[in-house]
């Protein structure tokens, strides 16, 4: 049984930091690409980082370059988000996600390549 469990949300002041969490299993997690998504009320569900499953490249948009960092720790079967300085556009609900492939890269970066999701973690940053 595959499970998805995002955790570490928050209320934050503006320029604060937080670090999400995401573990798994029974998914294979040292062989997917990896995703963190949110979603704000009323707004389309977009990505802020993706992880190649080895760890070795990584996706930003530009929304969050130099202030997101995605990282994963195989062994653990666990994912991580540290954002710094946070803006209160960045508050959303904050959504884990695997590859449904194998090996994949994150070329084409989008919800729909992703078929394995967790419940999300509300992260509110504060002006």
């Known amino acids: 049984q595959v499970q998805v469990v995002e955790s570490g949300g928050g209320l934050v002041q503006a320029g604060g930091s937080l670090r999400l969490s995401c573990t798994t299993s029974?998914?294979?997690?040292?062989?997917?690409?990896m995703g963190w998504f949110r979603q704000a009320p009323g707004k389309e569900r977009e990505g802020v980082s993706c992880?190649?499953?080895?760890?070795?490249?990584?996706y930003y948009p530009d929304s969050v370059k130099g202030r997101f960092t995605v990282s994963r720790d195989n062994n653990a079967n666990t994912l991580y988000l540290q954002m710094n300085n946070l803006k209160p556009e960045d508050t959303a609900m904050y959504y884990c996600?695997?590859?449904?492939?194998?090996?994949?890269?994150?070329?084409?970066?989008?919800?729909?390549?992703?078929?394995?999701w967790g419940q999300g973690t509300q992260v509110t940053v504060s002006s």
């Open positions: 996600a695997a590859d449904s492939n194998f090996y994949s890269s994150c070329m084409n970066f989008s919800p729909d390549r992703f078929g394995y």
């Open positions: 029974g998914l294979a997690f040292a062989t997917r690409a």
């Open positions: 992880i190649i499953w080895s760890g070795g490249s990584t």
